[in-house]
């Protein structure tokens, strides 16, 4: 099957959210956490050590798992990269959550932090579901 088939048979969905789509979702945060740290400051949970070397390892995290997304080649690796890296950010999405500063200051208040919640999980779970359909269609293209 050729990639024009291929392109041609994915659902609206697939195309909107497709890998590029999740590159660039990683991939700009990851710049914006290397160019403006400070932004991401606040929500660091106090626990956790050294917050701007985090938030600056994170960033790169972000690029180089949304970079690899994008080619079929890497995108299980990448999937996975990008699996663990939504785990290891999930504390500071909980902790802002629970934080009465953010549940006033951000738009939509404590409802729209805890649906950001769930979509940690969706995220998850679309780019394993994304990788896992692009080995398939890489075994159609090896016949």
């Given at each position: 099957?050729?990639?024009?088939?291929?392109?041609?048979?994915?659902?609206?969905?697939?195309?909107?959210?497709?890998?590029?789509?999740?590159?660039?979702?990683?991939?700009?945060p990851?710049?914006l956490?290397?160019?403006r740290?400070?932004?991401?400051?606040?929500?660091?949970?106090?626990?956790?050590?050294?917050?701007?070397?985090?938030?600056?390892?994170?960033?790169?995290?972000?690029?180089?798992?949304?970079?690899?997304?994008?080619?079929?080649g890497?995108?299980t690796?990448?999937?996975?990269w990008?699996?663990?890296?939504?785990?290891?950010?999930?504390?500071?999405?909980?902790?802002?959550?629970?934080?009465?500063k953010?549940q006033?200051?951000?738009?939509?208040?404590?409802?729209?932090?805890?649906?950001?919640?769930?979509?940690q999980?969706?995220?998850?779970?679309?780019?394993?579901?994304?990788?896992?359909?692009?080995?398939?269609?890489?075994?159609?293209?090896a016949?």
């Amino acid at each position: 099957m050729s990639d024009l088939s291929a392109s041609s048979k994915r659902t609206l969905g697939e195309k909107i959210f497709g890998p590029r789509t999740i590159g660039v979702i990683f991939i700009a945060p990851g710049i914006l956490h290397l160019v403006r740290p400070k932004i991401y400051e606040p929500i660091m949970p106090p626990q956790l050590p050294n917050p701007r070397e985090l938030i600056l390892i994170s960033g790169v995290a972000e690029i180089v798992g949304g970079a690899l997304f994008i080619p079929r080649g890497t995108r299980t690796f990448a999937s996975w990269w990008l699996f663990l890296l939504l785990i290891a950010v999930f504390p500071s999405n909980i902790y802002m959550t629970m934080q009465p500063k953010f549940q006033k200051s951000v738009p939509g208040g404590l409802p729209a932090l805890l649906a950001r919640l769930p979509l940690q999980f969706i995220g998850m779970w679309w780019v394993r579901e994304l990788a896992k359909r692009s080995a398939g269609d890489g075994a159609s293209h090896a016949r």
